[in-house]
């Protein structure tokens, strides 16, 4: 199961409830146990061994910023983008040398041809839809300079487990938070669910808030079929430590596509 899953973009929010309409004062807490810099590296790595060599970086779906900090320190020129306002506004005060824009990152525009596009956390797969993943990796091939790389992970619908579940817990002035959120897949069609569960408990009371966000369902076949008009595709092990090429047994990969 992707260790990651309860950090995935929350892009699609509940209304009625201050706490669950507005998540970006808590979104950090949700992702508390990923290791940006792990993941940031890693990539930067792929960067050396398949692109240009460029600095130009823009982060999709970047939530808060805390990936778009790590490659501003490691030297890039990043920028990021996210279709949550209150998420940018957090993301603008970690990385105020950043730029950062309100967009839609299956129709978004750059002002200048980018080196490195990223899209971490499994967020390719607020796409949606089929159509609009496919509108989403023609405009990283439009936005990128020839030799940039567009990396992201994924997880293959053939071999989600709709029981499995990851879980953390966090200490918050409004409370002690828990997190829990699992992929789930009906077994046919492009639609597969992230189900979420977030638990509140305050001076021994519990609130409990629960949302099931639609996403793209594709297969590795899928999506190795989409991008190769585009792009030329290496697929990794989930693995941010060692570049290991994937096994075709894994149902979580990293995708590398460069630009020809």
């Not at 817990?169 to 069609?189: K, Q, T």
Request: aromatic share 10%; glycine share 8%.
């Amino acid at each position: 199961m992707m260790r990651a899953l309860i950090s995935a973009r929350i892009q699609t929010l509940m209304p009625g409830n201050a706490l669950y309409t507005d998540l970006s004062g808590y979104y950090d807490l949700m992702c508390a146990d990923i290791d940006y810099r792990a993941q940031s590296q890693c990539v930067q790595r792929l960067q050396q061994l398949f692109g240009n060599g460029g600095r130009r970086h823009l982060d999709l779906a970047c939530g808060t910023g805390p990936h778009v900090r790590h490659f501003i320190d490691a030297g890039y020129r990043s920028s990021g983008l996210d279709i949550n306002q209150p998420m940018l506004d957090r993301a603008a005060q970690r990385c105020p040398e950043a730029q950062f824009s309100q967009q839609d990152m299956c129709a978004f525009s750059v002002s200048e041809p980018l080196d490195l596009i990223t899209c971490f956390l499994y967020s390719i797969h607020y796409s949606g839809s089929i159509d609009r993943l496919k509108a989403c990796i023609a405009h990283a091939h439009g936005a990128l300079e020839r030799g940039g790389v567009f990396c992201f992970n994924a997880v293959d619908k053939r071999m989600i487990d709709n029981a499995s579940f990851v879980s953390h817990s966090a200490h918050h002035a409004d409370g002690l938070f828990g997190f829990s959120s699992g992929w789930h897949y009906s077994g046919e069609g492009e639609r597969q669910s992230l189900r979420l569960r977030i638990e509140r408990t305050v001076a021994g009371e519990t609130q409990v808030w629960n949302d099931e966000h639609p996403m793209v369902a594709v297969s590795f076949a899928e999506l190795q079929e989409l991008l190769a008009p585009y792009f030329e595709v290496h697929v990794l092990e989930h693995d941010y430590e060692k570049l290991i090429p994937w096994g075709a047994t894994s149902g979580n990969a990293l995708f590398a596509c460069v630009k020809v």
